[in-house]
């Protein structure tokens, strides 16, 4: 299954915050699957990008554009933020809310969380406020709350940034799941072996810009740019 | 000294044994600035709530305007109202002078601006906190705003008890408005001030007690909410 949205297209993206572009121009297209893993040093624009691939950033140039109206790709998609956002309400309230907003009758929202909950380890929690868990357990939830509605299209800002061993790998293998039922997956993350472990797709920001964009293993084993080599080499790029 | 043990103890003994001036006088106070407090709450919680989460061309003004109503004076507010109303003001035909009507339009002008600015703050930064979410999660107007006021719902009883506690205390404006009439506008305030005036300081301390107790009640409630806020329970 591939989703009828993709691919989309950023034409001439640039976002410009006080006067600095921080992001762009971005000429870039999205195809119809894959697990794309955005890498690049911190203040690079991945928060910026994915932000602006939603539609939560105001643009001031240029156009993204998917392959089905807006409202509709809007529905279609998922966005965990790189600081979990918890409403403060129970565990349980947070995990459906996305399906209660839509409407879907009590039984079936709760039948969902408990799934979920049971899959992301939360089970005991789901009667806790949400604003009381701790920060990894926050970022599973997000993950969770972005998985429930099924989306075709899922962005992620390092979610695994405040994670352990063990729950990183738990929440690969939730991606990786998500990706071969055909989830079409944009993720932001700083950890190399991450990247080498998921990515279909590479795309290296430095300093707004795309400097490296190609399929995974090859960009790792062949670097086109130099600036890629060198955060490869773990060298600190200025 | 002599005088306020006397004071104390026979104003103990009003509150215990329940005295009918008390009482009615209690249970007006109660009327007026709950009545005015549903008035205040019904325009100032969406008000302040449609202002935190709308972009407009005259919002800062707005919000500028807002806060400067926080700190009018409730003498002038008093006498503002006094003027509308008197015989010879616009809305002196209405009669509404020297009656609870014309001190609950007081105390309406007095805490409408301050529960508005309270919820203003409060759901602006929940807003801040929701913003990015609610637009990911493609949310309906309607929707963003019933999710703010029911994980904001603490903050707003908040603001509806620091109004209260502003009204239930206020004395200025309701004396100018009300006259403190017997009978008919005497409240808690007006006449812990007419009493001591007179020297009866029975009645006024015993009506202290009752204003007192209110007022303790009310910040107590207000307190154990940010405690519960803070811990993160609800
Ligand atoms: N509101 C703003 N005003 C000014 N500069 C901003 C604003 N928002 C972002 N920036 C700048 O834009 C640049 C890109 O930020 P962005 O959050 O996209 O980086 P990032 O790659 O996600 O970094 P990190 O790895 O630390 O999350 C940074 O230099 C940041 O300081
Ligand atoms: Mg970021």
Known sequence: MVTPLMPAHMRDVTVTRQGKQVLGPVDLTLGQSGFTILLGPNGAGKTTFLKALHGLERLSTGSVTWSAPDDVARMKQAYVFQSPVMLRRSVRANLGYPLAILGQPKAQVNDAVEAWATRIGLTAALDRPATGLSGGEKQKLALARALIRDPEILLLDEPCSNLDGRSVKDIEALLTAAHQAGTRIVMATHDLGQARRLATEILFLFKGHIHEAGPAPDAFDAPQTPEFKSFLNGDILI | ?234
């Open chain 2, 1 to 234: 000294m002599n005088d306020i043990w006397a004071g104390l103890s026979s104003a103990f003994w009003l509150v215990v044994t329940g005295d009918p001036d008390l009482i009615e006088i209690t249970l007006r106070s109660l009327q007026v600035s709950l009545t005015a407090l549903v008035i205040a709450s019904a325009i100032a919680l969406p008000f302040g709530t449609w202002l935190a989460i709308r972009r407009f061309r005259f919002r800062r003004t707005a919000i500028a305007v807002l806060n400067s109503l926080m700190g009018l004076p409730p003498v002038v507010v008093g006498l503002i109202v006094y003027l509308l109303l008197s015989r010879s003001g616009p809305f002196g035909v209405l009669g509404l002078l020297f009656t609870p009507t014309a001190m609950i339009i007081a105390q309406v002008i007095i805490i409408t601006p301050l529960i508005a600015s309270i919820t203003h703050q409060a759901m602006r930064d929940l807003w801040a906190e929701y913003h990015d979410l609610l637009i990911s999660l493609n949310t309906t107007p309607t929707r963003r705003i019933l999710t703010l006021i029911s994980d904001g719902r603490r903050a707003l009883l908040t603001a509806a008890l620091a109004g209260f506690g502003r009204a239930i205390g206020e004395v200025g404006a309701i004396m100018i408005v009300g006259g403190n009439i017997d009978h008919a506008t005497r409240v808690l305030t007006t006449s812990i001030a007419l009493e001591t005036g007179k020297g009866d300081f029975a009645l006024a301390l015993g009506l202290g007690f009752v204003l007192i107790a209110l007022a303790l009640t009310v910040n107590l409630i207000i307190h154990a909410l940010s405690r519960t806020e803070r811990e993160g329970r609800w």
